[in-house]
C-alpha cells in the first residue's frame, strides 16, 4: 500500500476521554495539518481496540492517517467503528472498507480476530502495525514549532525578549497558548470530519 510522507506535515493527537469543558478537544481525535489548514482527521473511540468512528482526509491522505493511528495505538490495533441499530448494517463507506482491506494484505500488519459485527469477515478484525511508518516523530515536532513560531508571531517585542530568556516549561502565557491552539485544531478537525458525515448521509 502506498502511504503517502508525513514529514514535512505536522501531526496532533488527542487521547484523552470525551469532554465538555470549554476549551478542551471533545474527542478523542488524530489530524495532519498542512499550511494551517486540517487536510486529514480521525475521531477514536478508545475500547478493546482503538475504533475508527469517523475519517476524513483531503489529498489522497486517508490510508496514512489509518496507518499513524494503527502505530500510535501499539497492540491494542484499530478496528472498523460498529453502531448497533434495529437491523443488522455496515456503516463502513466504501473508501475506508477498501483501505481495511489493503491493510489485510499488507506484509507491514496483522490482522487479529476482534468480533462478529459485520457480515464482511475483514471488518471483524483489529488491524495491529508491525512495521511503523517513517516521521511521526518529525510530524509531531513540526507541530510543536509550528505552535511556537504562531506563539512568537503574537506577542510584542518585550514578550518576545522575555520568552526567548525563560523556557517554555515556565512561560505560563506560552502554556495557555497551547491549549488554545491545541483546542483550535480539534475545532477544525470536527467541522471536517462533521461535513465528511453530511456528505455520506
Known amino acids: 500500500m502506498a502511504l503517502k510522507n508525513i514529514e514535512n506535515i505536522s501531526l496532533f493527537t488527542y487521547f484523552k476521554p470525551p469532554s465538555l469543558d470549554v476549551g478542551k478537544p471533545e474527542f478523542p481525535v488524530i489530524a495532519f495539518i498542512e499550511s494551517g489548514e486540517v487536510i486529514a482527521a480521525i475521531k477514536v473511540s478508545m475500547g478493546q481496540a482503538w475504533h475508527v468512528e469517523n475519517v476524513t482526509a483531503k489529498n489522497n491522505y486517508g490510508p496514512t492517517i489509518y496507518k499513524v493511528l494503527m502505530d500510535l495505538s501499539g497492540q491494542k490495533g484499530i478496528a472498523p467503528s460498529f453502531k448497533y ?49 517513517d516521521g511521526i516523530n518529525e510530524a509531531k515536532r513540526n507541530l510543536k514549532n509550528d505552535i511556537r513560531s504562531e506563539y512568537i508571531r503574537s506577542i510584542s517585542f518585550g514578550r518576545k525578549l522575555v520568552s526567548k530568556i525563560k523556557p517554555p516549561k515556565i512561560d505560563l502565557d506560552y502554556r495557555v497558548f497551547i491549549c488554545n491552539y491545541h483546542f483550535s485544531i480539534s475545532r477544525a478537525a470536527k467541522e471536517l470530519l462533521n461535513a465528511s458525515v453530511q456528505a455520506h448521509q
Do not use: G
Open 85 to 133: 441499530t434495529k437491523e443488522r448494517k455496515d456503516f463502513v463507506v466504501p473508501k475506508s472498507r477498501n483501505i481495511w482491506a489493503r491493510f489485510s494484505q499488507s506484509k507491514e500488519v496483522s490482522t487479529l480476530f476482534l468480533a462478529d459485527k459485520y457480515e464482511d469477515n475483514i471488518l471483524n478484525n483489529r488491524f495491529v502495525s508491525i512495521i511503523a511508518i
